[in-house]
């Protein structure tokens, strides 16, 4: 994965994963945990990633390998926005 598509997704994530902070923090009053983090994102990544083509038989395993590298993509740059927004929250 190039810089550039990193910096698309986060740019295209940035915005879900502050909102997940904010909401969380104001209904908890507290920080999620890494964990309640990841599965309050989960839904979006799905909305994100779009379904899987199943109707292609022919080529299933490119169709696989493409979405998971695309969800690999994903999750490494939401990670880093997921640090990113932690680490802005403790100095605040």
Same mark, same amino acid.
């Given at each position: $994965?190039?810089?550039?598509? /990193?910096? =698309?997704?986060?740019?295209? $994530?940035?915005?879900?994963?502050?909102? #997940?902070?904010?909401?969380?923090? &104001?209904?908890?009053?507290? /920080?999620?945990? $890494?964990?309640?983090?990841?599965? #309050?994102?989960?839904?979006?990544?799905?909305?994100? /990633? %779009?379904? *899987?083509? @199943?109707?292609?038989?022919? %080529?299933?395993?490119?169709? /696989? &390998? +493409? @979405? +998971? #590298?695309?969800?690999? @993509? *994903?999750?490494?740059?939401?990670?880093?926005?997921? =640090?990113?927004? +932690?680490?802005? +929250?403790?100095?605040?």
């Amino acid at each position: $994965m190039d810089s550039s598509e /990193l910096d =698309s997704i986060k740019r295209d $994530m940035s915005v879900k994963v502050h909102d #997940i902070f904010d909401n969380f923090e &104001e209904n908890n009053n507290r /920080l999620p945990t $890494m964990e309640e983090f990841r599965t #309050i994102f989960h839904d979006s990544a799905d909305n994100y /990633l %779009g379904p *899987l083509d @199943q109707q292609v038989v022919d %080529g299933i395993n490119a169709n /696989l &390998e +493409r @979405q +998971r #590298i695309r969800e690999q @993509q *994903l999750w490494d740059a939401v990670n880093e926005l997921e =640090s990113e927004e +932690r680490m802005r +929250r403790d100095a605040e």
